[in-house]
């Protein structure tokens, strides 16, 4: 189940790239309860090029599902308005 929401980016950090050679990111995000949750980018992703340091401290909004073991982002862009 694919769920779209606005997240804040508090941190993010730039993982060892995939075995494709796509880059891969993780968040630490809050969400619009105040949760903070950690979000990964999914592997292979080609949108994640898009990413750069201007997202930290910046709204997204994002898709997201959940596997086994964590939250993967499966599409973002910077959102226009809180």
Known sequence: MSDQERYFIKTMRRLTKSRMGNPRFKFTVVNKLG????LHTAPDAGWTYAINDGWENRMIEG????????????????????
């Open 63 to 82: 898709e997201t599902h959940t596997n086994s073991r964590n939250i993967i982002l499966d599409f973002a862009k910077i959102a226009e308005k809180f």
């Open 35 to 38: 949760e903070t949750r950690v």
